[in-house]
């Protein structure tokens, strides 16, 4: 497919190129500075007086509670970002947290474990929260935006995340109340810079949830918490160097190569990674511990990623509320707790070190590979979702025109209730295909076109393509 301007994504001009960027400022900044907070607080290693307990737990599980809560209740609450209730909560989260974390280190000893604990709730609460909000506003961009803000943001957070750990004392502190307050204010100049009629609406279709992709996420999560404890330094999911190698890629591929870049590779990697990164570890003293843990670090940042692409896209096609499908999406952070639970367990178990690492490398190889046949359905993804991205390969801007061309589409097909192969037909025929040309697109000969064409036409009684053109608003 082209773009409006006729050229491949992959030939850009320089100004065609940064017209992409448009409106990313304010989320960027917004969503990187949320995250190099979250790193510099309870998601990345605990860098304040130790209390005696893992801190990460308790925000795990108030990040886990809270999106659970607005995954059963989001109709009640959508759009979120203009709840202001809810953003004045989000923001007293996230500070009352920030000032948590700078006074454990100034209290008693005593008091040091319970503030530590209500510090890390309350962050869980907020960030939980920040990230449904933002995903509000990234959803009323164009998927090739979506995905170019989403890696462009990540980045950001791991550069300032890195920036901030190297302060110390009042630095530190002033940065941990700052970063908060600056991912509140851009995220409300870029919702307020959504076009009214472009906002997340206040009601939600009745639709099924993408369970697989769901299931197959919450796998791989499980894989990575098996081995999360045991990663090496750089190596993890949160403003980590294995999080800038897969995001600073993602982000140059589809900014300078969209045409090309193969989105269908996403899905393919994560499986070779995660099983090579787990085979690996049983042979750690010859290739060394970094190997496996930034094979498996990279894959399940891959996975999420693209999970995360796929929603937005089911959503955007489904009109269905973004916060709906990213809620469910963020509980599944229960399965990284339930992943370093097991290996705690098989810890106990009194199984040498060498005999624990194989049995764990098999376990992960046969449910990875097996679920991800099971699971992961192209065809089932195209047909059920309209998700065709990953067999389509580049990530394309697409003009104003063929937005509503598609659009129109979408709203033929539900009137006149056709089926999925006089879908097909179409919108190939909306985008003025001749009838050999389909034929060859779709595999079928050219009695079965005329066939489809035919029960087209007669479900909208018209006769001749100008006035199917006509129906479509061409």
Known sequence: MASSAGVSAGHRPREERRALLKGARCYVVAYGCARAWATLTFTGPWQFLPVGFDPHVTFDASYVAVSLLVALLFRKVVPLNERRWLLRLVLG???AASAG???????????????AVASSLAAGVGYGLFLLLAAEVLCTFSLLRVFLFMTGAMLLGVGLSFLCQGMAGLQLSVALVVLPLLAMVYLQRA????????RPRHTVPRFSYPWKLFALYALYAFAYGLRANQLVEG????????????????????????????IGALYRSPVLLMVCGFLLIPMEGLFGAAASSYFI??????????VTFLLYDISKRMGVAIVAFVACKNAEQFFVQAGSAATDVLGASGLPAETQSLVVAVLVCVLILGATLVLFSERELASKWGVDILAAGGLVERSAEEERREERCRELVETYRLS??????LRLLAEGKTGRVIQQELFIAEGTFKAHTRHIYEKMSINTRKELFDLLGL
Not at 241 to 262: E, M, Q
């Open 235 to 262: 190596a993890g999911t949160h403003s980590s160097i294995s999080t800038a190698l897969v995001t600073g890629a993602l982000f140059l591929s589809a900014y300078f190569f969209a045409g090309r870049f193969n």
């Open 101 to 115: 974390c700078i006074a454990v280190g100034l209290v008693p000893a005593g008091a040091a474990a319970p503030l």
């Open 297 to 306: 670090a990279v894959s399940y940042s891959l996975m999420g990623l693209l």
């Open 191 to 198: 919702y307020g810079g959504i076009p009214v009629a472009e």
């Open 93 to 95: 989260c996230m500070v």
């Open 420 to 425: 999925p192969r006089e879908e097909e037909v």
